[in-house]
T-cell receptor
Framework: DAKTTQPPSMDCAEGRAANLPCNHS???????VYWYRQIHSQGPQYIIH???NNETNEMASLIITEDRKSSTLILPHATLRDTAVYYC???????????FGKGTKLSVIP | GAGVSQTPSNKVTEKGKYVELRCDPI?????LYWYRQSLGQGPEFLIY????????DSGLPNDRFFAVRPEGSVSTLKIQRTERGDSAVYLC?????????????FGPGTRLTVL
């Protein structure tokens, strides 16, 4: 699976959009971009995934650049409960292993 | 509760002792995974079960670690002769199958401390 690079930490004001970047310049054509988050003292939680097109669900939006070398997770209206470590993972769909990096620690500030 | 459950939530043991960590996956999920998370790091894959069999145990660090899933549901991770370096949070996840649309759901983890 391709390697990902994320900033170690970010702050976001409550109620504003949180935009979390991820670089995956060596991504292959059959690799998906996945996002998980881990709230303190909990297990990771699936957020969203995509291949080429932008995706949106009830939790977030995923924007993938046309060359697929980077992506951005958007939380449209961050709340204090969104404070967590966010992991960007690239993997082939049929692979069962999730390879986590250190992620981005997002702090939502009142 | 419909989620993945893990017991105990915390386990403190002494170096050299044997421990068992239990995972109850979501009902109907055939795939089960164990990960280990050290402080400040992301989770690392240990082992994957499809049904009763361990399909991939390549992430187990050494032969002191062993996991079973005898009836294809509950799984137990067993660690013999524990060492201080085994201290970590052990996470279990389950999924209905493989591939997109079959995402892994994680339990809250067992925090193991080896004194």
């Amino acid at each position: 699976d391709a390697k990902t690079t994320q900033p170690p930490s970010m702050d976001c004001a409550e109620g504003r959009a949180a935009n979390l970047p991820c670089n995956h310049s060596t991504i292959s054509g059959n690799e998906y971009v996945y996002w998980y988050r881990q709230i303190h003292s909990q297990g990771p939680q699936y957020i969203i995934h995509g291949l080429k097109n932008n995706e949106t669900n009830e939790m977030a939006s995923l924007i993938i650049t046309e060359d697929r070398k980077s992506s951005t997770l958007i939380l449209p209206h961050a709340t204090l409960r969104d404070t967590a470590v966010y992991y960007c993972i690239v993997r082939v769909a049929k692979n069962y292993q999730l390879t986590f990096g250190k992620g981005t620690k997002l702090s939502v500030i009142p | 509760g419909a989620g993945v459950s893990q017991t105990p939530s915390n386990k403190v043991t002494e170096k050299g002792k044997y421990v068992e960590l239990r995972c109850d996956p979501i009902s109907g999920h055939t795939a089960l995974y164990w990960y280990r998370q050290s402080l400040g790091q992301g989770p690392e894959f240990l082992i994957y079960f499809q049904g009763t069999g361990a399909a991939d145990d390549s992430g187990l660090p050494n032969d002191r670690f062993f996991a079973v899933r005898p009836e294809g549901s509950v799984s137990t991770l067993k660690i013999q002769r524990t060492e201080r370096g085994d201290s970590a949070v052990y996470l279990c996840a389950s999924s209905y199958g493989l591939g997109t649309g079959n995402e892994q759901f994680f339990g809250p983890g067992t925090r193991l401390t080896v004194l």
